[in-house]
């Protein structure tokens, strides 16, 4: 371990020292060995997979799982033990399935769940796929969120603002293509004209939905959005566990200035996004079922998850990559836990499995979000090690995109794409 490693983690360690005792979380917890803890206290023992497992237990894994995801249909949310013990079931399938197990009930059970996923989005959207126009307008950033590759302590990188003349040629190749949705994406800039941009893009293109993700801002801020024209912002909560949360960011961040900016966000009346990073450092089965619960409370028109993917000029650069799998799992509960969202194919999950995107919809979701952002800055815009940015993820392969989707039984229209989240 380098210095700049071991000054992250004594800085997050620090960071967090009361929130680690409150969570029962050894401080001595290395990261790069970090592997999701999977609750091995729980109540309904789960070590399926694991040595000394025999068949009768790994069906009797299969059933409850498959129970609770009956219950999750029903109910659209589960307990917290429920939603915990969904997780840990799940991960103990995954370890074994590491480990060369093969567990054929387990498997039947997960692609009921898939199987549900899927036909329940069937019903509510259909199989469009809403693409919207990402734009990568700025990799400044006033945070240093610690698993995140464009903070403020990254020198290793080059900054950049899009000029609003960029921006507006990017949006008129996303329009020519049958983009109605422009998502304006960049790091916590103060000195990002979003307002501006938002003004511009609305009077270009009255017909198109605008997206800002833009971070946390001031209730002031946000109005001054919404009346420019913005009505749909992205702000993902990230872990829904406080602990868990000063564990991920540095000290100025908390989980209660994240929830303020979401409700206020929605008290204003936008369409309100948020979501969790996958088998993040330091995920357990109870704040995985935080995240669901807290979604529920919430219910955003958005939730937008992919996997933790580690980036090397970060504190968290030797930790592992949260899973495809889990990443799976997950969308598939939030489909039946959600039936309205919209739920992107996130391009973590892309960068991670070249047939992410469509094992995604497959899973429930019913969103892509290409790249729209002019090539020059793109490598810059690196949150994440390898982070996509061309390809089927880009508006380039526009056409490569719809065909590869058409092939898989989905289809795009030039809409949109707004949530069908019934308003309360
Ligand atoms: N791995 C995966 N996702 C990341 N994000 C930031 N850094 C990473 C990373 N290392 C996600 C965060 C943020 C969104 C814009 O990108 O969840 O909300």
């Known amino acids: 371990m380098n210095g700049f490693m071991l000054a992250g983690l004594c800085y997050v360690a620090s960071n967090n020292l009361l929130c680690n005792l409150a969570c029962e979380i050894s401080m001595t917890t290395d990261f790069s060995l970090h592997t999701p803890n999977t609750g091995a206290d729980m109540s309904t023992s789960a070590n399926a ?3 000394g497992t025999n068949a009768a237990t ?15 249909a029903r109910d659209h949310t589960l307990t917290h033990e429920q939603w915990r013990v969904l997780y840990t079931l799940h991960a103990a399938y995954l370890a074994a399935v590491a480990s060369g197990t093969t567990d054929p009930a387990f498997e039947h059970a997960l692609a009921t769940l898939f199987e549900r996923a899927k036909t329940l989005r069937d019903e509510i959207y259909g199989r469009t796929v809403f693409l919207r126009g990402l734009l990568e307008v700025s990799n400044y950033c006033k945070n240093d969120c610690f698993y995140c590759g464009i903070r403020a302590h990254n020198t290793n990188l080059t900054r950049y603002r899009l000029s609003l003349d960029e921006i507006l040629e990017s949006c008129a190749i996303g329009y020519s293509l049958g983009y109605r949705t422009f998502v304006l994406q960049g790091g916590e800039d103060p000195h990002f004209p979003y307002g501006d941009v938002v003004a ?13 993700s833009a971070g946390e801002l001031s209730r002031a801020e946000y109005q001054a959005l919404y009346d420019a024209g ?24 908390n989980l209660e200035e994240r929830k303020r900016c979401l409700y206020t966000l929605r008290d204003i009346g936008f369409q309100v996004g948020s979501g969790f990073l996958v088998g993040a450092p330091f995920e357990t089965p109870d704040t995985w079922a935080e995240n669901m619960e ?7 028109h958005m939730i937008g998850i992919g996997p933790f ?38 391009t973590a999950l892309a960068t991670l499995a ?47 995109l719809v065909e590869d989707l058409e092939r898989h039984g989905y ?7 707004d949530s069908l989240l019934p308003t309360t």
């Not at 790994?58 to 999750?72: G, K, P, T, W």
């Not at 807290?294 to 955003?300: A, M, N, R, T």
């Not at 995107?357 to 810059?380: F, K």
């Open 49 to 51: 997979g694991t040595s």
């Open 58 to 72: 790994s069906v009797a894994h299969a059933e409850r799982f498959a129970e609770l995801i009956d219950l999750l």
């Open 200 to 212: 511009a893009l609305h009077k270009t293109y009255p017909d198109c939905a605008l997206t800002v």
């Open 230 to 253: 913005a009505r749909r912002y992205l702000l993902r909560h990230e872990t829904a566990n406080a602990c868990h949360y000063g564990q991920l960011h540095p000290h100025a961040m």
């Open 294 to 300: 807290f979604l529920h409370e919430l219910d955003p």
């Open 309 to 346: 993917i580690p980036h090397k000029d970060t504190p968290f650069a030797t930790c592992a990559p949260g899973s495809v799998e889990a990443t799976l799992f997950s969308l598939a509960c939030l489909r039946l836990a959600h039936p309205y969202a919209l739920l992107p194919a996130t």
């Open 354 to 400: 070249p047939n992410g995107r469509i094992r995604a919809l497959d899973a429930g979701a019913n969103v892509i979000m290409p790249n729209i952002s002019p090539q020059t800055h793109r490598d810059d815009y690196a949150l994440y090690n390898h982070k996509l940015a061309s390809g089927l993820e880009a508006v380039e392969c526009h056409q490569a």
């Open 411 to 417: 289809h795009t229209l030039a809409t949109r794409g």
